[in-house]
């Protein structure tokens, strides 16, 4: 399987996110979604669409998934290899790692962040 997702936060405080998710399985759209959720940082905002993918991805079969993100700092966040300090940001990381390790099977993360082809083909999947 493989998944497109992406967080899109508003550049006013207090209005609501949007998240953006597309699920295939060879090729076959199972799961196309868009909505809103409450208010958070837009330094979290990909993290909080990533749980709820996450979340989507537990109700379907098993398989082995990659999941496609635009997002450098969280896809270095995910691997441990980021630096930053700020506690909000380490708090939601660690929901993500908690999440990602509950799954039996192997979840890739694949960040298109210097990919123009795949940075082009994320964003024509997430623009419904």
Do not use: C
Not at 19 to 44: A, C, H, M, S, T
Request: without cysteine.
């Amino acid at each position: 399987m493989k998944a497109f997702v992406a967080g899109i936060s508003t550049y006013m405080e207090n209005e609501d996110m949007e998240f953006r998710y597309r699920i295939y399985k060879e090729n076959e759209l199972l799961v196309e979604k868009k909505g809103f959720k409450k208010y958070e940082k837009p330094l979290v905002v990909s993290h909080f669409a990533l749980l709820g993918l996450l979340k989507e991805l537990k109700k379907m079969p098993q398989e082995d998934i990659e999941i496609v993100i635009h997002d450098a700092a969280l896809y270095e966040q995910i691997r441990g290899t980021s630096t930053t300090k700020n506690k909000e940001v380490l708090k939601v990381v660690e929901l993500v790692k908690k999440e990602l390790d509950k799954f039996p099977v192997k979840v890739l993360i694949t960040d298109v962040t210097g990919d123009f082809e795949a940075k082009t083909k994320w964003d024509q999947e997430v623009s419904f």
